[in-house]
């Protein structure tokens, strides 16, 4: 019956002897981390792991520094700046600097958020949700006894991306896995307390910082030891000299933006573009950006500690300052009344060739755009305005849809030259802002190739 769909088809599919495995892995090193430190791991070797199940577990406080006593932890996963990965010395993946802007570019385009339980994907200004602990003019702290971690989250992108998912770690020599820290900036708002929604937004005089522990990889072991998997992998491998693995990997670059700014690239298949706008200020000493629209000024609840407060209760949602993206323009929709028909036209030029063929207007048509390029119906923008001044973003597909699923290599061909993609405002600038922060993301497939030998080799 094997012509009839799975519901008309009457069969089982069964595998014999599978066993499965989680583990735990030490880091390298176990000191107590700060900003811009890191962190080393080594996966185990001669089994099969599902390397997108692969989390970093641990915990993470905040501190307080001069007048900024309401500092706020940003979500876990933006700890990560850069994740590199080696194989025996060899860069497969070296990592795109600022991840988190990455991250939350991606993050911004899920219909779904994180898991608010263990990502630490909600701003808890006042209470906390791992223990509903009341903060106001305190750092948001955890403890770190007995070796307790209450965060995950992913680490790269080639892990999470990697086909196949289960990964023959016998094949290739140690894989070590480098994290790099994000800024004290990026992960902590350096408010002047918790107590309120405007003083949480209002900066102190001193940047808050802080620290990471009890870090460790959890990791997903899986054995098929049926006597037909591994020689079908060792067959191949034996017939065909190597085994071809496929993965998601990005290149990233910051630019002052006036107008325009220009990257190149020359990856075998350019799947998409991807670029996020900031205040020149993002860097700076900053409280949290309240979402637009969000109720930011939930009042409390009777009791003094047990009312959550983000917008799941009725409350709002922050960002701190390096991963709010905010449309180039000198007139925010929020401002004033008719402000959204004066926003800017930005097109993505390849080569000369413009995408797409027409002036682009930040909105509607950069939002369709958007989502046609994540492939996506809905995001995390609950309003034109949160779209616009608190998730603003444009991208460009130039992969086939579905290629992900597909295990294709469907993008542009930049190989055997330079090439030149240019992100530039057309049409009228008149109210177009000047020395905003540009990060323009590339998107691409690569080919990570397994040789007799333990060889390894890589075709960006």
């Known amino acids: 019956m094997s012509n009839y769909p799975d519901y008309a088809s009457f069969f089982l599919r069964s595998f014999s002897n599978v066993t499965h495995q989680n583990f735990l892995v030490e880091p390298q090193a176990s000191a107590t981390l700060s900003a811009h430190q890191t962190m080393q791991f ?10 997108g199940n ?19 932890l940003s979500a876990a996963r933006n700890i990560v700046d850069r994740c590199e ?21 991606l993050a911004n385009m899920k219909e779904e958020e994180e898991d608010p339980v263990d990502s630490h994907s909600k701003f808890y200004r006042r209470t906390l949700g791992a223990n509903l602990v009341e903060k106001q003019n305190t750092a948001e702290a955890y403890s770190s006894v007995k070796n307790t971690a209450l965060f995950s ?25 480098t994290i790099h820290l ?19 937004q209002l900066a102190g005089n001193g940047q808050g910082t802080y620290t990471v522990a009890n870090y460790r990889l959890l990791v997903d072991a899986w054995s098929i030891d049926d006597g037909v998997f591994s020689s079908v992998i060792a067959t191949r491998l034996q017939n065909e000299g ?34 996020a706008w900031r205040p020149s200020t993002y860097a700076g000493i900053n409280g949290a950006e309240g979402i637009k629209g969000m109720n930011l000024a939930l009042a409390h609840g009777e009791t003094t500690n047990d009312v959550l407060d983000q917008s799941d209760a009725r409350g709002g949602d922050y960002l701190t300052a390096p991963l709010n993206f905010v449309v180039p323009s000198t007139g925010l929709p929020s401002s004033a009344e008719d402000n959204f028909t004066d926003l800017p036209e930005i097109s993505i030029s390849v080569n000369g060739v413009r995408f797409p063929s027409f002036d682009c207007k930040s909105g509607v048509q950069s939002y369709a755009l958007l989502k046609q390029a994540f492939e996506v119906d ?20 130039f992969n086939l849809p579905k290629s992900k699923e597909l295990r294709a290599r ?3 061909n930049l190989q055997g030259s330079n090439s030149t993609i240019l992100i530039q405002n057309t049409g009228d600038t008149t109210n177009n802002a000047t020395n905003y922060n540009v990060m323009t993301f590339l998107e691409s497939t690569r080919v990570l190739s397994l040789g007799l030998g333990k060889q390894v080799s890589v075709i960006s």
């Open 378 to 397: 809905k995001t995390q923008s609950k309003s034109m305005v949160e779209y616009l001044e608190n998730r603003f973003q444009i991208a460009y597909k």
């Open 182 to 200: 994000s800024s004290n900036a990026t992960m902590v708002s350096s408010g002047q307390n918790g107590d309120s929604a405007a003083n949480v």
């Open 153 to 177: 989250c992913d680490i790269s992108p080639f892990l999470k991306t990697i086909q196949p998912q289960l990964f023959p770690t016998a094949l290739a020599p140690q894989i070590q896995i």
């Open 54 to 72: 692969t989390k970093l577990l641990f915990t993470m406080s905040s501190a307080v520094a001069g007048t900024s006593l309401g500092t706020r």
């Open 242 to 275: 190597q085994l071809d693995c496929y993965f998601c990997d990005y290149e990233g670059f910051s630019d002052t933006y006036n107008g325009n700014t220009r990257v190149s690239s020359a990856a075998s298949s350019l799947d998409k573009v991807i670029c």
């Open 42 to 51: 080594v996966l185990p070797s001669n089994t099969n792991l599902l390397l």
């Open 85 to 105: 990965i080696n194989f025996g010395g060899i860069a497969v993946s070296s990592g795109v600097a600022q991840q988190a802007v990455l991250m939350q570019c």
């Open 410 to 412: 469907s993008g542009i």
